[in-house]
């Protein structure tokens, strides 16, 4: 490891623990998208989008208004049908340092994300980009869930990005599969498919929530355990990302916390959303995540600094709120931040870490130094509130 690398991993290590500020935001650019899948949670927005999306003056102040942060989430509707998303990431780059960059897409518009990725991988060399593709079955299951055809765009997207993603040094490309009742019961395999198919770095599943139409919430929780299981069974070996094996024990860790919250219904991580952990939508209002049916302000009422925002008393009140009510759900990003902020926890991360550092050693014996030929996965952190 280079003592270049080392300084900026300390350095993330100091923003994480010092930052008086929200570390990890998710900005949505947009509520457009060229798809209607029935179980986004976005839908209503999709149907009737903004015209009005957040613009760069406004940007530029809510950067500034920020200090330091780790990770920022440009999602939507389709993020990739916004043609600025290079200069938004320079804004928050060169403005609060930001070393990891998320943006989830459905993988249809191969063009503009093969032209947008290539831009930003080699603008911004220090930056990790992670691009989660969504792919919610087999061909005709996930034609029949987000449109015809549409199988067969993500797969030329997914092979184009993972050429660039062996070309650079700060580039994941990954899936996402989302588990709503229009999946369930037909997932068996899928895993190994989607390893043996896909060159990614990692599968993730997340389960449907927030506002997604209620017919589609009915999954089960025992086929999400199964797949959870499958995905460690078929961990990647190999992951350019600094931080990995902390990263992923992180989520293997919050996959028993969401399944323990399924069974359950309480809290066991103190939720870190709206502290460390904010939503802005493409409106500028602000919110501590996208499952609770409340916003801490608009910014433009707030000349468009977080910070005033998060000062003002309706904020407050709201962060009081989610303490209070020990507030509990299953967002993967809410529970992967609060985890990393959560002291209780650390013995059980470190000693994941360890164990899957292992086991992903033991897999790459006798495989070529370099990637393996299919790279199958598991779980990482964030996964990012998608949507796309
Ligand atoms: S527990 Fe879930 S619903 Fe409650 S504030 Fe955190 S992320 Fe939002
Ligand atoms: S899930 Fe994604 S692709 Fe589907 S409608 Fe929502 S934003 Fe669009």
Known sequence: MSVQTIRQQAKTLWTLYTARNPVYMIL???????????????????????????AFPELRKMSKSMGRMIHLSLTGGEPFLRHDIPE?????????????????????????????????????????????????GYPDDHDAIRG????????V????LAGLRDRVSNLSVDINTCHSS??????????????????????TVTYVRGNADDETKNASVREYRQLVEDLRRRQAPVESRPFSSIL?????????????????????????AGRKMIVVNEKAEVMPCEILNKRMGRLAEHDYSIKRLLDAPQAVDLVKWIRKTKCHCTFECALATSIIYHKASYPKIFWRALNLRGRRQRRAEGRPASRPA???QLVQLNTDGLNA
Do not use: W
């Not at 949505?28 to 957040?54: A, G, H, V």
């Not at 015809?148 to 797969?155: N, R």
């Not at 860790?253 to 069974?263: E, H, S």
């Open 182 to 203: 229009l999946n369930d019961g037909k997932l068996r395999g899928f895993v190994d498919f989607v390893a043996d198919r896909f060159d990614v770095d990692n599968h």
């Open 248 to 272: 992923r024990a992180v989520t293997d860790y919050q996959k028993d916390i969401i399944d323990r919250t399924l069974a359950k219904d309480q809290m066991y991580v103190p939720c870190m």
């Open 28 to 54: 949505y650019l947009t509520s457009r998208c060229n798809f209607r899948c029935p179980m986004c949670f976005y839908l209503e927005e999709i149907k009737d989008p903004n015209k009005d999306e957040i």
């Open 88 to 136: 938004v990431v320079n804004i928050f780059v060169h403005g609060n340092g930001v070393r990891f960059i998320t943006i989830p897409t459905n993988g249809s518009l191969t063009d503009q994300v093969m032209a947008t990725v290539e831009r930003l991988v080699s603008d911004h060399p220090r930056t990790h980009f992670r691009i989660p593709i969504s792919l919610d």
């Open 157 to 160: 997207t997914a092979k184009a």
């Open 148 to 155: 015809a055809k549409s199988f067969d765009k993500l797969e």
């Open 374 to 376: 299919a790279n199958p």
